[in-house]
Structure formats: C-alpha cells, structure tokens
C-alpha cells in the first residue's frame, strides 16, 4: 500500500516525533508507515485520515491502482 | 558566521526524538526490567541448581524457590505491561518474536525429550537451557525485526 503521508506530514510543519505524538503511537511506527513497510490497521488509518481531514482513500492507495494509474500517466 | 552555519546543520541533524507515549514506555520498561534483573540476581546468588539429593526440603530451597518464581512472575509482569503498552506495530513484532520462540522451544522440548528417552539427559538441567533459551531468543528475534525498521 502506498500513501501520501510525508507529504501532508510536511504541509503542516510536522516532524515525525509530532504526527506520533497525536496518533499516540511510536515515532518507528510513523516511519515504516510513510517508507511503506507497514500497512497500518484501519483504525489507525482513519485516525490519520480524521488527523488530516482526508478521505483514507486519498492517503493510502493500494500498490495494484498506484501502479494502474503510474502505467496511464506513462501512456500520456 | 561559520558557527552560526554549523549550528544550524547541526539543528537539522539532530537525533530523531521518539515520541512522548513511546518515552513513557521505554521508561516503564527500563525500570521494570532492573527490578526483575535485582529480584533474578538475588535468586542466582541464592544459587541456582538446588540440592535435590535428600527429599526433605531445605529453607535454601525453599528461599531460592520463592524468589525465583517472584523474579519469573515480575518478569511475566514486565512482558504484559510492555505489550500493552506497545502500539500496534510494536505488538505485531512481539507477536511475531513470541511465535518464533514457541516454535523453538516445542522443538527444543521434543528434543530433550527424546535425549532423555535415549541418553538418560537430565531433564532438569535441559528445561532451564530451554527456559533461558528461550527468552533469549525472543528477545533476539524481537531485536531483529525492530531493527528492519529502525531509522
């Protein structure tokens, strides 16, 4: 699963250490969730979505649609 | 001017900090884990193998049996507060280490098992190897699969 996680982090101005601090979990947990070596549960994923005021959807992209969509973008 | 540029490159060097909850926890632990090392230390210089030549059953013995299992119980304790304390993905790794060490120590018993069956292997003695063991080796494989993630 792939998500947009660094990139919002970073819109607001947050380190690692902050965005764990308000999911209440570990700042290695925020890491291998944005370097996408752990797929969060869902709690957690709609934790960070009501966090960013984002659908989840828009966050975390399943690795099958990411590759679909990179494919269309290379066709382009 | 350069120390006023070598600060600020030191500043966005800084160690990453870990997060409060995650403090909290290692801090927990950490003084956990040095009552239960003081509570085992005291149960190893009582001594470790106790006499089991007469049936009768010595105050040492006894004394060692009782501090033992306090140590064994405070260090069960010390797992539990630390597993519930844990986030989900720490959970997932502890899981993951308790899942390796059971199937080792089964293994180990088995083994053992058969060693006494055949070679008269004191059981005593290969049950506290496997005990020993086995924490070790989940302590080893949770080491191990925190460090994949580590950064």
Known sequence: MKNILPELRLKHGWSQADLANELAVSRQTVNAIETNRYDPSLPLAFKI?????????EIFTADVYASADSEVIGKI | MTSALYIESMKNH???KE???EQKRQ?????????VAVILAVSLGIGSAPSSNSNQLDTRSLLWAVVATIGILAFMVTMVVDYSKADERQRHIQLQATAVAFIVVIMGLFAAEMAHALFNVNMAVATQVLFIGG???????????ERRNRV
């Not at chain 1, 979505?49 to 959807?57: K, T, W």
């Not at chain 2, 801090?27 to 009552?35: D, H």
């Not at chain 2, 924490?135 to 699969?145: K, N, P, T």
């Open chain 2, 135 to 145: 924490i070790v080796i989940w302590s080893f494989a949770r080491m191990l699969l």
């Open chain 2, 14 to 16: 800084q160690q990453p």
């Open chain 2, 27 to 35: 801090r927990l632990t950490g003084r956990n884990v040095v009552i």
């Open chain 2, 19 to 21: 997060s409060t909850i």
């Open chain 1, 49 to 57: 979505a009501q966090l960013f005021a984002c659908p989840i959807e």
